[in-house]
Every structure is written in C-alpha cells, then in structure tokens.
C-alpha cells in the first residue's frame, strides 16, 4: 500500500498544459512540476511562454513550451506533435486554453461566438482525440483535467453578458462525462475543474466592471481565487490520488456554486 506522499507524487510523469502561460494554467503547471513532471505549456505567444518556462525552470521545474493558437487544428496537430518528441509520451492533459466575449445576447456577434466556440470546446476535443490515440489509449494511462468555470454551472448574474462563455464551459462539463465513459476502458480518467473568480487578464474587464470586492463578498468565503488554489485539485486529479475519480467536475470558488 502506498503512502499518501506516494499517491500524490508525479515523478516521472509527463504533462501537456495548454494556455500555460501565465494565470491558472501557470499555476497548474507549476503544481504539477512541483510534484516532479516534466512539463509542455502552450499559447499563442512566444514571448509570454520564455517567460513561463524560465518561471519554472527557476524552480527546478522541466519545462517546454510550444507557441500555438488551437483554434487552429493545424497547430493542434503541431502541439501534440512536438509535446510528444519533448517528453516521448503524454501522461497528463490539462485543457486550459480559453477565451471569454462580452456582450449583450441580442448583440452578440456570430464571429465571436464562433471565436469562443472553437477555443473553448472544439480545441479541447481536437487536442484530447490527438493526445488519445497518440499516447494515452495506447499506454492504457492517462489523465485529462478539462477547465470548465462556475459559468458552466448556471446563468448570468446581473451585468454579466457572456452567453457564449457560459454555454462553452457547460460543454466542457457535458464533454467531461462524456469522455470518461468512453475512455474509462482504456484507464484513463476525465474530470473537470470549474474555478469561481480567479483575478486574470480574462477576468480583468469584469472585475473592473462588478469591482472585486463586491465579488468576493458575494462567495461564501468572502474571497477570490489566488495563485495557489487550483494547485491542490489539479494535483488530485492528475495524481493516482485520484485514480478512482471520473467524469466529476469540482467547483473551486470559494462556496459561490453552493448558495
């Protein structure tokens, strides 16, 4: 029987974490080279990833980073390419990459809509099917975090008009489940986190608009997400502590999906 510090460990592991260049996906990655994997960040900028890598170099972490826009399934397809010659196999998936559009409904552009689609839900079944037949059906391993968010969970509060976010992450969710009970069989799990509000550049304009401290208010802890929050649930998930958990999503938002 293996200790709880043995459950939790990932040496030796191998990890893809896409939009891992700064905010939650950083912090996701850096959790997990905390634990020991060797680690692959993706965005769409070069400069913001030298900068994550050297982030968690400083740390002791093994780190690469590939830039590309997974809207694009050609660069989805140069991702998992290059993620694999880096670390020979892909043990651990984190599908982070996303992007937000506000605007009333009745005025929401179809373009942007399309936009926040393609990143948000397309990308993460393009790049999950890659890493799959690739690396994780084979191996008969895997673990795959897919980021949902709170606005999968329910409707808008007043003042927020983000209808294709919310339907987005409500696919993530649903993809979740469903990806579990296919690839349950070939000992991979899929689950989700879906993080409240978290201080980010996406978040920013929001924040700005409702004002922080009325949104930590309205969380029953009183508080937003900080830069250590998701570091424990992305660990569980991606860990053999997790090893008998699937097709779950885990709010991480200070108690606000509760009330």
């Known amino acids: 029987m293996r200790t709880t510090q043995e459950l939790f460990s990932l040496a030796g592991k191998t990890a893809l974490v896409t939009g891992g260049s700064r905010g939650l996906g950083l912090q996701m990655a850096l959790a997990l080279g905390e634990q020991g994997a060797n680690v692959v960040i993706s965005s769409r ?6 900068e994550a890598v050297a982030f ?3 740390r002791g972490i093994v780190a690469h980073a590939i ?5 694009q399934e050609a660069d989805a397809e140069k991702l998992v390419t290059g993620a694999l010659a880096h670390l020979g196999h892909i043990d651990i998936l984190i599908n982070n990459a996303g992007a937000t559009w506000g605007a009333p409904a009745e005025d929401h552009p179809l373009e942007a809509w399309d936009k926040v689609m393609d990143l948000n839900i397309r990308s993460i079944f393009v790049v999950s099917q890659l890493v799959g037949k690739r690396s994780m059906i084979p191996r008969r391993y895997g673990r795959i975090i897919n980021i949902a968010s709170i606005a999968g969970l329910s409707g808008n509060p007043p003042g927020m008009q983000t209808i294709a976010y919310n339907t987005s992450k409500a696919a993530v969710i649903n993809f979740t489940r469903a990806l579990a009970g296919e690839w349950g069989a070939h000992g991979i799990t899929v ?9 980010s550049k996406m978040t920013k304009g929001l924040l700005d608009k409702l004002g922080a401290d009325t949104m930590a208010q309205a969380a029953p802890l009183r508080r937003l997400g900080d830069d250590e929050d998701l570091k424990g ?10 090893k ?3 097709g779950q999503t885990l709010a991480v938002d200070g108690g606000v999906s509760a009330i």
């Open 233 to 242: 649930a992305a660990v569980l998930f991606a860990s053999d502590a997790g």
């Open 45 to 50: 900028k070069q400069g913001d990833l030298d």
């Open 244 to 246: 008998h958990i699937t």
């Open 67 to 71: 830039a590309a826009d997974l809207a």
């Open 191 to 199: 689950n989700a986190l879906a993080p409240g509000f978290f201080p």
């Open 56 to 58: 968690l170099k400083q």
